[in-house]
């Protein structure tokens, strides 16, 4: 199992950025896969999750209405859409296969002007 995050930056607040993961080495299409992030003295946190069919989507109260996950099985990714971004959206965000406990490397997204 693989996952390769790519789309972290720096962004000002009120900005946008779009993460994608790149996911390989199992079956895509049979798996919930979700966002992490993890701020700078803090755990880990969901940020947001999408059922293997993409029909079950669950977000952190904290993103609702500002971040949207979307997966395509065909091209075996998943993305994350961030708009309205906030200086506390700053951390490691990470791509994650939940069932088997897989991770990403993290990519770092940073909302500061």
């Known amino acids: 199992v693989q996952l390769v995050e790519s789309g972290g930056g720096l962004v000002q607040p009120g900005g946008s950025l779009r993460l994608s993961c790149v996911a390989s080495?199992?079956?895509?299409?049979?798996?919930?896969m979700s966002w992490y992030r993890q701020a700078p003295g803090k755990e880990r946190e969901l940020v947001a999750s999408i059922a293997n069919t993409g029909l079950s989507i669950d977000y952190a109260d904290s993103v609702k209405g500002r971040f949207t996950i979307a997966r395509d099985n065909f091209k075996n990714t998943v993305a994350l859409q961030m708009n309205s971004l906030k200086p506390e959206d700053t951390g490691v965000y990470y791509c994650?296969?939940?069932?088997?406990?897989?991770w990403g490397q993290g990519t770092q997204v940073t909302v500061s002007s």
């Open positions: 994650s296969r939940v069932a088997g406990n897989y």
């Open positions: 080495g199992f079956t895509f299409s049979r798996y919930r």
